[in-house]
């Protein structure tokens, strides 16, 4: 379902921008993407993903927002650990978009 929605919300994307899409494409050559994310296993996995196609791509920004669940924790005191500081601390931040 959440695949779903995100693909629909993706394709609502594309037509709302397709003409300033063609332009960004035609100057070039690679789609401009906004990648969202909500830092849990199967974004983190995703994003890990994306790195390996990142060259085939203009991405003009990373969005990091809260999942509809939220880590609940496992009953031991394990607490949740962002992947966006470690990422940060391993490839350095970017604070400017130009």
């Known amino acids: 379902m959440r695949q779903l929605s995100l693909v629909l919300f993706t394709m609502l994307l594309m037509l709302a921008y397709g003409s300033s899409a063609a332009k960004a494409q035609a100057t070039t050559g690679k789609p401009r993407t906004i990648i969202t994310t909500d830092g849990e296993v199967d974004d983190v996995d995703s994003f890990i993903r994306l790195l390996l196609y990142s060259n085939e791509f203009d991405i003009v920004g990373l969005v990091y927002s809260s999942s509809q669940w939220h880590y609940a924790g496992d009953g031991k005191g394990t607490r949740f650990i962002s992947e966006m ?14």
């Open 85 to 98: 500081s470690n990422t940060a601390e391993r490839y350095g931040e970017r604070s400017e978009l130009r």
